[in-house]
């Protein structure tokens, strides 16, 4: 009896975890939606594996690969990274009626031959909370736009050919006060070291994770100063500016990180 009693728990448990993944059946608009996205869309249909079975005719859009719903089934979550999408998605502007999406990532790691600025209507996905374009095919100043998802916690824009003046880094994460994760690896940034710095440590409390590899320090073959204080920087320290660089950081600095 005890037996049974446990299994039944355990089976409720089980259902109960699946419930928060599984989603409701998807809403007729949200799947034209999604189908007008797809058909507007360039991608390689011999890379891509979730994109190339959405299929029309299926009728839940929510069980497609790469997309996740809420219960009352609107879109959440679009997953297609690794899609092949090329030409950027400014032609696809019914993502952008995908109000409840709160993640969407377009990583891809390929070569693009047309790269495009990411599109100004993203400040539509107002629901953002995690948006990954890293290696997708953008290129350009980072839309001011952008600094209008103010739910984003986690935003991944590394890789691609981006840079950061008009708006520079202070403008942009400005009003992005919920950001734990920001990777900006290979962005041009044109604020200089002690400006970045007082701009992410006065907007940004929740921040964990700062990725900007590729962009400063190890290129800095003369570097002989280096102040981080003040920056509240913790982790492993990157051993390359040890070696390219002239500068011979004391034991007491080092002790700080390491
Ligand atoms: C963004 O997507 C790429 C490709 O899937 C992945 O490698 C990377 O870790 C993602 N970034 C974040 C912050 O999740
Ligand atoms: C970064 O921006 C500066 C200033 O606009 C420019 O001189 C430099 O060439 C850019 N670097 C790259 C790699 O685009």
Redesign the pocket.
Known sequence: MKILLLLQVSFITILVVFSNFTSGQCLEDQKALLIKFKNDLTFDSSVSTKLVMWDENSIDCCQWSGVSCDEEGHVLAL?L??EAISGGIEKSSSLFHLRYLEKL?L???GLYLYPVPIPREIYKLANLM?L?L??ASFNGQIPMELSRLIKLE???L?GGELKLERPDLKTLVGNLANLR?L?LDRVNISLKGSEWCSALSSSLPQLR?LSMRDYFLADFTKLTILSVRLCYLFGPFPSKIFQDSKWQPTSDILSRFL
């Open positions: 997953e990274d690794d990532n990583a891809y790691y995690y990954n890293s290696h986690i935003l991944d590394s994760e990777y994770v």
